[in-house]
């Protein structure tokens, strides 16, 4: 029998069939569903995406009225998620907070014969922007929020849920662009989560609990708002360019950059790229946007190494007044959608996923029983 290689990572190997997205490595081939990203920003619209990425094609007008209205009745929390938001520590990291609300969600509404995955999906995707709010208000300033808002939107109601007033148009659709851009992205490492977890035949509550786990790591989700706390250690781009140099001389690894899939560029950069320049602008920004521009040039003339969808959406989400610790919380908000559809198809043919090991521990031994061992 031949032995088959393992891989470091998993890197390069096919662990599935999809019908959900397309990543490829050139970086000009990014597709869910076969539409091009390219054309699904254009159309502008986070939910229409959402409803392609769950139920399998675009809505119509009538079914995106519809499933807008939905998503807007689904969005208050049980009073007792709230009372669970407000025991849970002001210093606890947002993304545990998801993670956790999750999970109790799943407690209180749990999948079964009430409650179809559809249902959990729309619901969490509805109820994710007021989860996070409700405890971050509570906790800054002892705020109980009314998580419900007169936007239609999820980019909008996030905001306005987060700064208590109407959003700037502009804020908005930069948000709404980065929603899209962060729905679905094939086998990452949190979708293949939710999608182990899902192959158990466990719940759904507990894949997208165990996929907002694995988004938390800086090497994942977390980049975002890892590449904020780089980008804003240096108040000018010779100080970037110095500090950069300092960094790939120690072998360190620049939050924001490379891929595992991509080798060229990330498809989506470019779009984000441009949406943070835009808003570099309206703020009358002066460093972060040159310094960003100071990092990518010096990453791509060092390592040849290119910005990948965290690195621009930082500075995005930083003129849009969104604090940090909010970032990879945000990328929750859209991959609920990615996640979900990976879940779905999971259980439409669902087989174990459980892999093998190459063993590099002892040889077979010998058992001494305790009372017979050395003391010393
Ligand atoms: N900064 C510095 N060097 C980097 C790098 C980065 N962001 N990304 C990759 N490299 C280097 C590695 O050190 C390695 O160098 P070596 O061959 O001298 O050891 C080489 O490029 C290959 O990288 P590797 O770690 O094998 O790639 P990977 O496919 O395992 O990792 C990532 C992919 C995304 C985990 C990796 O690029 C990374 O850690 N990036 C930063 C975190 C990030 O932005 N994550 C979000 C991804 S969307």
Not at 260 to 281: E, F, G, H, N
């Amino acid at each position: 029998m031949t032995q088959q290689k393992s891989s470091s990572g998993l890197a390069g190997v096919v662990a599935g069939t999809t019908a959900i997205c397309t990543v490829g490595a050139g970086g000009e081939n990014l597709h869910y569903r076969g539409y091009a990203i390219q054309d699904l920003v254009a159309g502008d619209c986070f939910e229409e995406v959402a409803y392609l990425l769950i139920y399998g094609e675009l809505p119509t007008v009538p079914q995106l009225v519809a499933y807008e209205q939905r998503l807007i009745s689904l969005r208050v929390l049980p009073e007792a998620l709230k009372n669970v938001l407000e025991l849970m520590p002001g210093d606890t990291h947002p993304m545990d907070v998801l993670r956790t609300a999750c999970s109790f969600l799943g407690n209180l509404e749990p999948e079964g014969k009430q409650r179809d995955q559809y249902q959990i999906a729309d619901r969490l995707l509805a109820t994710f922007p007021g989860i996070l709010l409700y405890w971050y208000h509570f906790h800054q300033n002892g705020n109980r929020i009314d998580t419900q808002s007169d936007e239609d939107h999820v980019a909008g109601h996030f905001l306005r849920l987060l700064h208590g007033e109407a959003p700037k148009p502009e804020w908005e659709r930069a948000v709404n662009i980065s929603l899209i851009l962060y729905a679905e992205h094939e086998f990452n490492a949190s979708t293949f989560a939710a999608r182990v977890t899902a192959g158990t035949l466990s719940d759904f509550y507990s894949a997208i609990t165990s996929a907002i786990g694995t988004l938390r790591g800086p090497l994942h989700g977390g980049a975002n708002e890892a590449a904020m706390a780089l980008i804003e250690q240096f108040d000018s781009p010779e100080m970037a360019e110095a500090g950069l140099r300092r960094m790939l001389a120690n072998k360190a690894l620049v939050m924001g950059f490379g891929h595992r899939v991509y080798k060229v560029s990330d498809p989506r950069s470019d779009i984000i790229k441009q949406w943070a320049k835009t808003l570099s602008q309206d703020v009358g920004d002066h460093v972060l946007y040159p310094v960003s521009e100071r990092i990518e040039a010096v990453m791509q003339k060092e390592k040849k190494l290119f910005p990948n969808l965290d690195f621009y959406s930082a500075s995005c989400y930083h003129f849009c007044g969104i604090p940090t610790e909010l970032f990879t919380p945000l990328f929750v908000m859209s991959r609920i959608t990615g996640w979900a559809a990976h879940v779905i198809e999971q259980r439409e043919n669902n087989k174990l996923i459980r892999p093998t090991a190459d063993y590099t521990g002892p040889a077979p031994r010998a058992y001494v029983p305790i009372g017979e061992r050395p003391v010393a």
